[in-house]
């Protein structure tokens, strides 16, 4: 195999032949119990045409697809709407008293939100915005912890029509500016403080070094968590009680085309600056609402619990506003799951009787290591469909989950997406689909996705290659923010045939179709890592070794990880006669976790005078990558240098320096 040959030689390591069809018992209650909903699903137009009454339009839409200017789509053209009266203003007028979220502090503290104290409290902080300037189309960047007034955040820039730019609270200062600059945010939204593994994350402190060097900034808002005392720039700085005590709560929503930009989030490329992804209005609300409902069978009484952080696109989609405007009850938790104890998951599900639990494969990893006594302590009995997110989930993991949160008798639904879907694309659908171990299994109906071979053509079942989408969906992201030639070049060159006029999205995963075209994800295939189910891009790791004084060269590849999926395996090139030895190690993962943040720390780190490279100077991570894994070495013919491999193996194995990422 050579450097970047396709992944259609992955070869299917196992096979899976264990399957689980929805129990009569489900498929009764179940919201999608029919198989006729895939032929629906066929004509697409139509299909989404009915899905977008789960909305409500100020103006209806005229026409559902507008391909014209492809790759840049537009939906529902024509039509206006707010998202958040679907959220809101509708649950308000019909029931609101029911609960939105039951929010669940780490040390215990909790608060009921309804629906109406939620409307409340998103209209006092958009006029509160207001006030500050905001107007529609001012990007807001937000950096918070897991607490109410997140959702609050995002929604009050909705109801304004100022798209958000939401950075997860995990990421470092160095982050936040470079995304705050990207976007030109006027705006910073934030807390003094977060609660995280019965520790602070002093984000006010963090976002001060980030604001010493993002000029558009003109105001910052801080909601107070843990009360800490924090720097406040008289005029710049000013805390969310104060302003949203002297707000109304009515706010008019503003008035938005189907295609305007409701948000930016940030994701990783396969270069050091990160991509703004960029999701519209009519489109996301409708792909969003459709899927959260079917995908998770949802029903009235419903309570319903996405552990994923608000700052990724899982929370935006499936804790924010996809459950909002299906007029769900929601837990919002704040913390890690492992305090106080190792079964604080399993102590909310029985507290809140959730029904619905959705989370990551590297959780469940660890919940498995951590033992199976801690969810036996809990009943899980109210649950009724369990869902992952993030990474492929291994077929042990499944079982585990099946077995031991599942109860052997919830559906669980592996969900296959990305930033730049906005929403599912690959699930089960609980009450239909007959799932398999470790398969993501089918397209949802109204989405069409192929896996192709080099040239673009589908591959028979049985067999691997790239995972495509064939035609274009709702929630597509539109653009990249200010840079639309980069997103048509990462997404949409590799396979599309423009002189044809046809258009293939590329999602940079591998993929293989079995025997009966289920699809089995298999990873990333660009420079992009998957740790923990957050991608992070191994050139942004090399760049912050680099950007250390003792650094001359760096490459950084994602290893097997048992529980975090793979891990951040680092080679580093010293400068001159620099040491390397474990003080700077731990100093190197420092450097690593300021740049960009914790979760980019390496695992490991070997020093090595030379890194493996080809004739034309390229670094072939894909053999660090064997040695990382310790596989056989593959080719070395094409390197210029070969020796440096077997010592670097060497090295590596000696090295043993392997620490959590947590
Ligand atoms: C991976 C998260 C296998 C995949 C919603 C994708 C998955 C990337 C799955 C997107 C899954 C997500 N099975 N792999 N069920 N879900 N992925 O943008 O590599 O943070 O391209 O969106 O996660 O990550 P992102």
Not at 414 to 433: A, K
Request: aromatic share 10%; charged share 25%.
């Amino acid at each position: 195999m050579t450097e970047g040959e396709n992944s259609s030689t992955i070869e299917a390591l196992f096979d899976e032949d264990r399957h689980f069809s929805p129990s009569e018992e489900f498929r009764a209650q179940a919201n999608v119990a029919s198989p006729t909903i895939y032929d629906q699903g066929r004509d697409t137009e139509s299909y989404w045409r009915t899905q977008a009454n789960r909305v409500t339009w100020k103006t209806p839409f005229t026409e559902v697809l507008d391909w014209s200017g492809a790759p840049y789509a537009k939906w529902y053209t024509g039509g206006k709407l707010n998202i958040t009266e679907s959220a809101l203003d509708v649950h308000v007028q019909s029931t609101p008293n029911k609960v939105a979220y039951y929010f669940e502090g780490e040390n215990g503290d909790t608060k009921t939100v309804t629906y109406l104290d939620l409307y409340k409290e998103v209209c006092r902080l958009a006029n509160a915005l207001s006030e500050l300037g905001i107007q529609k189309g001012d990007r807001v960047a937000i950096y918070m912890g897991m607490i109410p007034e997140f959702p609050v955040a995002l929604l009050a820039c909705a109801r304004l029509g100022a798209p958000h730019s939401v950075v997860f609270g995990g990421f470092s200062s160095d982050s936040l500016r470079d995304r705050i600059n990207d976007a030109s945010a006027k705006v910073l939204i934030t807390c003094d403080e977060s609660w995280r593994n019965g520790g602070r994350v002093a984000l006010k402190e963090l976002a001060d070094v980030a604001l010493s060097e993002s000029p558009s900034i003109e105001h910052v808002v801080v909601v107070q968590r843990t009360g800490a005392t924090v720097n406040m720039v008289e005029g710049r700085d000013h805390y969310y009680h104060d302003l949203l005590a002297k707000a109304s709560d009515e706010r008019n929503a503003e008035e938005m085309d189907a295609e305007d930009t409701l948000f930016i989030l940030y994701t990783s490329g396969t270069t050091a600056r990160p991509k703004g992804i960029v999701h519209t209005t009519g489109g996301y609300a409708v792909g969003v609402a459709t899927t959260h409902a079917m995908v998770f069978d949802i029903k009235d009484g419903d309570i319903y619990w996405c552990t994923a952080d608000v700052g990724w696109v899982t929370g935006h989609s499936y804790v924010v506003y996809g459950p909002l405007i299906n007029g769900v009850t929601s837990v919002l938790y704040e913390g890690v799951p492992q305090f106080p104890d190792k079964d604080r998951f399993w102590e909310i599900i029985e507290k809140y009787k959730v029904t619905q639990l959705y989370t990551a494969p590297t959780s469940i990893r660890t919940f498995m290591k951590w033992g199976t006594e801690y969810p036996m302590k809990h009943d899980l009995t109210s649950l009724r469909v369990i869902g992952t997110v993030g990474e492929p989930i291994n077929p042990e993991a499944w079982m585990w989950y099946h077995e031991y949160i599942g109860n052997k008798r919830c559906p669980i639904v592996d969900t296959w997406w990305q930033t730049e879907t906005g929403h599912i694309m690959i699930s089960p659908l609980p009450g239909v689909t007959t799932t398999k171990p470790g398969s993501a299994t089918v397209p949802l109906p109204g989405i069409s996705v192929e896996v192709v071979d080099d040239d673009g053509n589908p591959v028979p079942n049985g067999s691997g290659g790239y995972l495509v989408i064939t035609h274009p969906w709702p929630g597509m992201a539109r653009t990249i923010f200010n840079d639309p030639e980069r997103f048509k070049d990462v997404y949409w060159s590799k396979f599309s045939k423009p002189e044809e006029n046809k258009w293939i999205y590329f999602a940079g995963d591998g993929a293989k179709k079995d025997l009966e075209g289920y699809i089995w994800l298999l990873g990333r295939v660009d420079d992009v890592m998957n740790v923990s189910g957050h991608r992070i891009s191994t050139l942004e790791v090399e760049s912050a070794l680099v950007d250390h004084q003792s650094v001359a060269e760096a490459a950084v590849v994602g290893r097997y990880d048992p529980t975090t999926g793979q891990a951040i395996a680092a080679f580093v090139t010293l400068k001159g006669d620099v040491q390397g030895d474990d003080a700077l190690i731990v100093e190197l993962r420092d450097h690593v976790a300021t740049k960009i943040g914790k979760i980019a720390r390496p695992a490991s780190i070997v020093f090595t005078d030379e890194l493996p490279k080809t004739r034309s100077g390229k670094i072939m991570r894909r053999l660090l990558r064997d040695i990382s894994e310790q596989r056989q070495l593959g080719d070395v013919t094409t390197l210029a240098n070969a020796d440096v491999v077997h010592e670097i193996a060497a090295r590596a194995q000696a090295s043993q320096n392997t620490v959590s990422t947590e």
